[in-house]
């Protein structure tokens, strides 16, 4: 017959379970959660890669359809911007919590690996994720672009919205273009760091940190595309506008956001842990 466990070792216990629960939050154990969601993800099959890139490409369409289906149909009041822009939230909804493939969350999930590990390989396999993923999702832009387009599908109302919101998000210049693409990089980013500890608020920390994306007015190179590729397939954007006016900068601006400041920042602060 076993003794009953003493006072002090439930206590102990009791105690290291506490401090189990707290360490699961620390930064180095976020840290090497993403290590190894990056790592899984750098070890998957291109096949799987692109039809997961093509879906997130084809998903986050409803970024934009959210956004336009309240600004067709709420009342032009003050208020309206700060409602219809919840409706991007949809599509990252849709993309985060299905897993599929999205540019923007691989500038620190596949990157992490690299900084721990900064070989050639590391280098090469995370290029040819990132070139994968990219054309993936821009090829499911153009497609779910061009169902709207000419698809009987959008009331008139809405595609009037859609349209707008496609000539707003093409048409800044350039540079204002990368410029906001960096706190939306580092958004995503972000966004991506706080999952793996919130595992049961993570609705809600797509929904904040998506609408903040676009209260901001931040250019988001993926679901941008979609709107870059609604005015492209009509003929209404000209290609050197689509890719060196909003296309290229975008990207640039996401990937400075997400990895040049959100990654390398994020890894400075548990680098002297890790060496320990």
């Known amino acids: 017959m076993s003794n009953p466990q003493s006072p002090d070792l439930i206590e102990k216990r009791e105690e290291e379970h506490a401090v189990e629960e707290a360490a699961h939050l620390s930064p180095r154990l976020m840290f ?39 600004r067709a149909y709420l009342p032009d009041a003050d208020w309206r911007y700060i409602v219809e822009n919840a409706g991007y939230t949809f599509g990252f909804l849709l993309v985060i919590l299905g897993r599929m493939q999205l540019f923007t969350e691989n ?32 090829i499911g832009a153009f497609a779910v672009a061009a169902f709207f387009a000419y698809g009987p599908v959008l009331a008139d109302d809405v ?24 706190p939306a990089g580092v958004l995503i980013a972000a966004l991506v760091w706080m999952l793996p500890g919130s595992e049961h608020n993570q609705v809600a920390i797509i929904v904040l940190f998506t609408w903040l994306i676009a209260l901001g007015d931040f250019t988001h190179i993926v679901a ?18 689509a890719l060196f006016g909003f296309f290229l900068p975008v990207l640039l601006g996401n990937v400075v956001g997400g990895t040049v400041i959100f990654t ?13």
């Open 224 to 241: 941008g595309s979609v709107e870059m590729a609604f005015l492209a397939v009509q003929g209404l954007i000209s290609a050197p506008q």
């Open 264 to 276: 390398v920042l994020a890894w400075a602060q548990i680098k002297p842990e890790v060496e320990d």
């Open 159 to 182: 595609r009037s919205a859609f349209t707008d919101l496609s000539y707003h998000a093409t048409g800044m210049p350039a540079m204002e273009g990368f410029l906001r693409g960096i």
């Open 107 to 138: 500038t620190i999930t596949t990157v992490v690996p690299v900084m721990i590990h900064p070989t050639r390989s590391a280098f090469g396999r995370t290029a040819r994720l990132w070139g994968i993923v990219l054309i993936a999702n821009v």
């Open 32 to 70: 090497e959660a993403i290590r190894r969601s990056g790592e899984e993800e750098l070890e998957r099959p291109m096949r799987a890669l692109w039809y997961s890139g093509i879906a997130a490409g084809i998903l986050i369409s409803f970024s934009v359809l959210g956004e336009a289906v309240l």
